[in-house]
């Protein structure tokens, strides 16, 4: 007589991160939740600016700006390269730009 054996699934935990990875990721995705640095990504997307351009695009100020931008650079969303005085923003590599047209993605009908 033979006895069925269900197979053992994976271990479900093999996926989740440690606590420090965690936390790290959830104020990562915390960054995403602005309306304003949302708008300054996708601003980015395709092209680099200025602040005051992206101030100008946004009709926000530059001060606003700049705020939001420090945070981005903070988190490796966006990088900066200096021209003369004055800074222009790009996106920091392709990973920004597929979770923002992922994110499109999966809210489209």
Known sequence: MSVFHAPVPEQ????IPGIELSLELAD???VFADFSRIRILFALLDHELYVNELA???SMSQSAVSHQLRILRQYKLVKVRRAGKTSVYSLSDDHVYRILTQGLEHLSP
């Open 28 to 30: 990562f995705y915390k």
């Open 12 to 15: 479900p935990q093999k996926h």
């Open 56 to 58: 100008e695009i946004l």
